[in-house]
């Protein structure tokens, strides 16, 4: 079965400090991976998104995120971290062929000191 | 363009009674997903409509819970006889088409809090 994890439940970093978010997955073929930054009181937003090709992607606010296939993971990271970045960040797996739900892991919330 | 839309925005409710959470999707999208976020436990997808296809069903947690889509346009999820377990913030999303391709829209999302 599908399955993200995400093992950093809090992380807290200083502004300015470069900061890298874990993800895994398990997956029985070659996955399509997103990640979803959720602000305070505000819908999820798609950061950034792997479907094949390039296995380092760029998105938006800065980030991007580095599909291994070896490692079953899709870390997220962004070299330089702002106070606005403060959030929960969520990695999820999907659609595929035969459903088109997302399957999320369970997030990890940054905090960002400055 | 207006994004996905959802109301209310937070409901209080008593134990038992039934809920009405609705989502607008935006414009011209055909699918439309629910999912469920409960403190800690991430996201749990629910239930999603992919134009007049019968709907994936396979996340509601139990018959308590249903959602309907009419017109291909709005959708309701009902909540019958609310029990606590059932206090989470309810999201809508919405994608141009289905397929892994096409990126889910999320609106705000509704704040169910059972009494």
């Known amino acids: 079965a599908q399955s993200v994890t995400q093992p950093d439940i809090h992380i807290t970093v200083s502004e300015g400090a470069s900061l890298e978010l874990r993800c895994n997955y398990s997956?029985?073929?070659?996955?399509?991976l997103f990640w979803y930054v959720q602000s305070p009181g505000q819908g999820l937003q798609l950061l950034l998104k792997y479907f094949s090709g390039d296995t380092l992607v760029q998105g938006i606010k800065g980030f991007e995120a580095e599909f291994k296939r070896s490692q079953s993971s899709f870390n997220l990271r962004k070299p330089s971290v702002h106070w606005s970045d403060a959030a929960e960040y969520f990695c999820?797996?999907?659609?595929?062929?035969?459903?088109?739900?997302?399957?999320f892991g369970t997030g990890t919330r940054l905090q960002v000191f400055p | 363009g207006a994004g996905v839309s959802q109301s209310p925005s937070n409901k209080v409710t008593e134990k038992g009674k039934d809920v009405e959470l609705r989502c607008d999707p935006i414009?011209?999208?055909?699918?439309l997903y629910w999912y469920r976020q409960s403190l800690g436990q991430g996201l749990e997808f629910l239930i999603y409509f992919q134009g007049n296809s019968a709907p994936d069903k396979s996340g509601l947690p139990s018959d308590r819970f249903s959602a309907e889509r009419t017109g291909g346009s709005v959708s309701t999820l009902t909540i019958q006889r609310t029990q606590q377990e059932d206090s989470a913030v309810y999201l809508c999303a919405s994608s141009l088409n289905s397929g892994g391709l096409n990126e889910q829209f999320f609106g705000p999302g509704t704040r169910l809090t059972v009494l």
């Open positions: 999820a797996v999907g659609p595929n062929y035969n459903t088109d739900k997302l399957i």
């Open positions: 414009s011209g999208h055909t699918a």
């Open positions: 997956y029985g073929a070659t996955p399509y």
